[in-house]
């Protein structure tokens, strides 16, 4: 579990100064966040990468020399464990349910306001996705227009213990609220988790719930 009493180191990439700004300003009246570094675009967030470790690191799409498209799979191999919050103006959900396959951990538009912005980073910390209408559109979009590598159910046993906590995961309900709902300890819902992963094929929360919508455990948003 992440120590969440800890303050949140948080890097940003954007090549507008203010909108870096902005998010700097509305940073700095949170305890619990830190804003620690500033990149104009993805070489130099990289360069900054290999003398800092931030825990989030927010991440606009379009910036000059190399764009955040181009920047995610970089942070990937050179800081595996921090979370990516993609910025953009658009809300297109090919291009989204394509970040979050390749790493992105949730995907924001750039009037978001700033109030999301801290939500956004504080649950992708605490819970590894910050799912919201965006994403979870996107990636069921994703669903019905391709076939995914996952399971099919038949190949997939799950216990009951193993769907109810699967579908409350779905709801965005944190470890501590699962393990008081299913009456388990959270180390036992974590566990749960990795075997759901594994039993499923998912590689992440987000393989996790088109898992759960693809085969009926939760309803489909409309």
């Known amino acids: 579990m992440k120590n969440i009493d800890k303050v949140i180191k948080v890097a940003i990439a954007d090549d507008h100064a203010l909108f870096r700004a902005g998010v700097k300003t509305s940073l700095s009246s949170k305890r619990d966040v830190e ?3 500033e990149a104009d675009n993805g070489m130099q967030l990289l360069n900054l990468l290999k003398h800092i470790e ?6 606009d799409i379009q910036m000059p020399i190399m764009d955040g ?3 995610l799979p ?4 050179v800081r595996p ?3 990516v919050i993609i910025l953009s103006m658009h809300n297109d959900h090919s291009m989204i349910s394509k970040l979050m396959e390749i790493g992105a951990n949730s995907y924001l538009t750039k009037n978001s306001d700033s ?7 504080k649950t992708c910390y605490e819970q590894e996705f ?3 209408e965006l994403t979870n559109k996107a990636l069921l979009t994703g669903l019905r227009t391709k ?7 038949q190949e997939v046993n799950l216990s009951d213990k193993e769907t109810r906590v699967l579908k409350l995961m779905c709801e965005e309900k944190t470890t501590k609220e699962i393990a008081d709902i299913v009456e388990i300890s959270p180390r036992t819902v974590e566990a749960i988790r990795d075997k759901l992963k594994t039993k499923t094929g998912a590689k992440s929360m987000a393989g996790l719930v088109m898992y759960a919508v693809k085969n009926g455990i939760i309803d489909q948003p409309q």
């Open 35 to 37: 804003l620690i570094a």
């Open 54 to 59: 931030p825990d989030v690191i927010l991440l």
């Open 69 to 71: 498209i181009q920047t």
């Open 74 to 77: 970089e942070i990937r191999k």
């Open 81 to 83: 464990d921090a979370k």
């Open 115 to 121: 109030e999301t912005i801290y939500q956004a980073i």
């Open 130 to 132: 910050f799912f919201n």
């Open 147 to 153: 076939r995914t590598d996952l399971a099919s159910p």
